[in-house]
Structures are given as structure tokens and as C-alpha cells.
């Protein structure tokens, strides 16, 4: 069983702000070991940061071993709720410098929450001013990462209050609304087209698609609710990530409902399947905008998935 965050004592915050500096600083050394090549001077302004992510594990190192001693609690990320969790970004082919500075920034805001929250709950005079600090310096990380690869990107940079939105925006809407549309329209595309070939009957077919569309909006909604409280990544009010998220999800089985409600059989079915097909370049476009997934990439896994689902949903319903 996952701890929540309130749970954790002084010295397996620590421990954890240990283990989240480690991992940051080989990120950080990943990311300038890939960018090194085109962007050399992005990939040193990465290396700077991980020396002084390292210098941050030795601070936090050293002040656990002050007051707790030599032996750390064993605790890792999947072991609290909610806790950072990285996108593994630096595994894609052909890394781009917008995309390493935009995980950077993600990185230092859901940093600079975590100590800041801790910083809060720490009852020890040193361990809250530590926390305190990093979650100063983790702030100026993030505007140092917002800065990055400005003289490398032929994009005209933002101001930086534009770019915070836009990071709060992808993590707190589009990625649970994505979640939602994704789920939405691909899920409920065999059960609604089987319930249509095997009826022949469009109202019939309506209210299958209304039940199963508002049922799985229902069920996504308090899934994401429920997921992540937000308190330390930063990703906001978990209703208001569920209310996105369950909208969503409705949205995208409603699409290919809605056309049910004509009354000739082969004309609402010829409709759906048009919405269909743009519903899923819908979903292949914001992953490619917002999420970094090569648009090639987006169309197979979403368009060619969706397509044989549908398929199966029509053999079903027809056999």
C-alpha cells in the first residue's frame, strides 16, 4: 500500500529528497550527453545543473546524517501517492532541445513544490530551512530551464509567465483531458458498433452508446480524482483534473453516439464512422502538440488502433 505525502516522517522526506536529487542529476547528464553534438552550449548549462543537483543530495546527505544517522528508511517514488513521476523523454530517438528544456522546467516546478510542501511540514528548524532554501533555488532552476536553448531554438521565446501557464495548462488540462478523450473515443467504439450491427436499430444503438459514454466519464473522472491530490507535482485540483478528464471521455464516445439519434441506419452509421476517423487525427494531433510524440507515431498507435477496434466492433455486431 502507497503512503500519502502527510504521512511520511522528517527523515523519509529526506530520504526522498535524496533519491529524487540522484535521479534528477543523471537525467540532467543524459540530457547534455544527447544535446552535446548540436547544442553544446544547452548541454553544458544541463551538466551545471546536475553538479548542482549533486551539491543538493550532499546538503541533504549530510543534514539526514547530522540528525538521523548513517541509516536511511528505504522508501521509493511508486511508494507514495502522487509523488514526481519523470517522463521518460530522454529514451526518444532524435531528442530535441525544446523537449529536454520543457521536462527541465517541468522537473524544477514539481521540485520546487515538493521542498516547499515539505519545508511547511518539517517541525525541525534545519531540515525546514534546507527545504526552504532548495525550494528557492529550485525556482531559479526553473527559469534558468525556461531560458535554455534561447540562442538554439528558432522559436521566438515566450515570457516567462506565459510559459509557467502553458506548463500548468499540459499538466493540469490537456494531459487529463487527453487521458479522457483517448479512453473515450477508443473504448467505446466496439461496443457501440457491435450494438449497431447486431440491432440495426439507431435509437437502440444511441442509448447503448449514452450509457457506455457517461459511464466510462463517470468511472475516468474519479479515476484521475483520485490518482494524484496534486500537492506535490503540481498538477492542481484533482477535481478539477477529474472533472476535465471525465468531460472528456464522455466527449469522445458521445462523437460517434450522437449520429444515432438519425433514424435511417446506414446514414447515422456512415456519419459516425466520419466523426470517428476525426476524432482519432484529433487525438494524434494534441499528442503531437502537447505530449512530443512524433506525428508518424501518433497516427499508428492512435488512428490504426482506434480503426481496428472499430472493426472488431463491427464483426462482433455483424456475425
Same mark, same amino acid.
Not at 45 to 67: I, N, S, T, Y
Given at each position: ?8 516522517? #522528517?527523515?523519509?522526506?529526506? @530520504?526522498?529528497?535524496? %533519491? ?14 544527447? =544535446? ?36 536511511? $528508511? ?13 517522463? $521518460? ?19 524544477? =516546478? ?34 534558468? +530551464?525556461?531560458?535554455?536553448? #534561447? &540562442? ?6 515566450? +515570457? ?7 506548463? =500548468? ?9 487527453? +487521458? ?31 450509457? +457506455? ?49 438519425? $433514424?435511417?441506419? /446506414?446514414?447515422?452509421?456512415?456519419? @459516425? ?8 487525427? &484529433?487525438?494524434? /494531433? ?5 505530449? #512530443?510524440? $512524433?506525428?508518424?507515431? %501518433? ?8 480503426? =481496428? ?8 455486431? %455483424?456475425?
Amino acid at each position: 500500500m502507497s503512503k500519502h505525502f502527510t504521512d511520511l516522517t #522528517e527523515p523519509e522526506v529526506l @530520504a526522498l529528497a535524496i %533519491a529524487n536529487e540522484e535521479e534528477d542529476s543523471r537525467i540532467y547528464l543524459n540530457f547534455a550527453s544527447r =544535446l552535446r553534438e548540436q547544442f553544446p552550449g544547452s548541454a553544458k548549462v544541463f551538466e551545471d545543473m546536475a553538479v548542482e543537483e549533486q551539491g543538493h543530495r550532499h546538503m541533504l546527505l549530510a543534514l539526514f546524517e547530522r540528525k538521523f544517522g548513517k541509516e536511511m $528508511p528505504y522508501i521509493t517514488r511508486a511508494d507514495v501517492r502522487g509523488f514526481l513521476k519523470r517522463r $521518460p523523454v530522454w529514451l526518444m530517438e532524435g531528442l530535441r532541445i525544446d523537449v529536454a528544456r520543457r521536462q527541465a522546467e517541468i522537473m524544477e =516546478l514539481e521540485a520546487s513544490q515538493f521542498y516547499a510542501k515539505s519545508a511547511e511540514r518539517a517541525r525541525d528548524v534545519d531540515v525546514r530551512k534546507l527545504l526552504g532554501d532548495l525550494a528557492e533555488i529550485e525556482k531559479k532552476h526553473e527559469s534558468l +530551464a525556461a531560458k535554455l536553448g #534561447e &540562442a538554439n531554438v528558432t522559436l521566438d521565446v515566450k +515570457a516567462e509567465e506565459d510559459a509557467t501557464r502553458r506548463r =500548468l495548462l499540459v499538466l493540469q488540462v490537456v494531459q487529463p483531458g487527453l +487521458a479522457g478523450l483517448i479512453d473515450g473515443s477508443v473504448s467505446t467504439l466496439a461496443p457501440i458498433f457491435a450494438a449497431a450491427f447486431a440491432t440495426h436499430n439507431t435509437w437502440e444503438t444511441f442509448l447503448i452508446g449514452l450509457a +457506455a459514454s457517461v459511464g466510462a466519464g463517470i468511472s475516468m473522472g474519479l479515476t484521475e480524482a483520485m490518482s494524484d491530490d496534486g500537492a506535490i507535482t503540481g498538477r492542481g485540483s484533482p477535481w478539477l483534473r477529474g472533472v476535465v478528464c471525465g468531460v472528456m471521455t464522455a466527449i469522445g464516445g458521445l462523437g460517434h453516439t450522437l449520429p444515432y439519434l438519425i $433514424p435511417d441506419f /446506414w446514414t447515422a452509421t456512415i456519419v @459516425a464512422g466520419i466523426v470517428v476517423i476525426f476524432e482519432l487525427w &484529433a487525438i494524434a /494531433w494534441i499528442r503531437w502538440k502537447y505530449m #512530443e510524440t $512524433p506525428f508518424t507515431r %501518433a497516427v499508428v498507435q492512435i488512428v490504426l488502433g482506434g480503426l =481496428l477496434v472499430l472493426g472488431a466492433g463491427i464483426l462482433i455486431g %455483424a456475425s
